[in-house]
């Protein structure tokens, strides 16, 4: 299995930046592409970011596009979302995933084989 642990998140005023982290465990991270999710309470699950494994195709949920940046460092096995320009509606549990040999990225939820707990970020208005 593989283990994700998402972190990076806090209480940010609208505008500001936020840097999340993921860390994988596997010694394959390079084989998995990383998705980014977040979710508020009552709401579903909603891709925001993925990145592939190849780390050429990367796509972004409208919403966010200009604003967010997905990477990865294989060699620490190691992905991220940079978020700037925050407003009130990022605010959410963010969380990271990894579908296995994801050659074309998604933002399908049911897509992704691995979960890691998610990080919280409230922006403030």
């Known amino acids: 299995d593989v283990q994700l642990q998402a972190s990076g998140g806090g209480l940010v005023q609208a505008g500001g930046s936020l840097n999340l982290s993921c860390a994988a465990s596997?010694?394959?991270?390079?084989?998995?592409?990383i998705g980014w999710f977040r979710q508020v309470p009552g709401k579903e699950r909603e891709g925001v970011a993925c990145i592939n494994v190849g780390d050429y195709n990367k796509i972004y949920k409208d919403p966010v596009k200009g604003r967010f940046t997905v990477s990865r460092d294989n060699t620490k096995k190691m992905a991220y979302l940079q978020m700037n320009s925050l407003n009130s509606e990022d605010t959410g549990a963010y969380y990271c995933a990894a579908d296995h040999l994801g050659l074309i990225c998604t933002l399908r939820a049911e897509e992704f084989d691995y979960w890691g707990q998610g990080t919280q970020v409230t922006v403030s208005s």
């Open positions: 596997t010694p394959y991270f390079d084989d998995y592409s």
